[in-house]
């Protein structure tokens, strides 16, 4: 089974970092770039896409992961 993409969105005057279609975050600070850099490096690890969005929720970039050379 795929891995879902990963999010980093603002809400309830946090930032977060989650599975799509997950309520459980990987990560809630109120540090954008810790944020980002957790959801990152999770993407990287599972080799999905990364979904970044602004503080209204509107989508910003995506980075995809999927083709990363292994490193093992």
Known sequence: MAQSNVETFYEDLMWKSRREGSLQSL???TDR???LDAGRRAAMRDRVDHVIRDMDGHFLYQNSYRDLPNTY
């Open 27 to 29: 990560v809630v600070s």
């Open 33 to 35: 770039s810790e944020a």
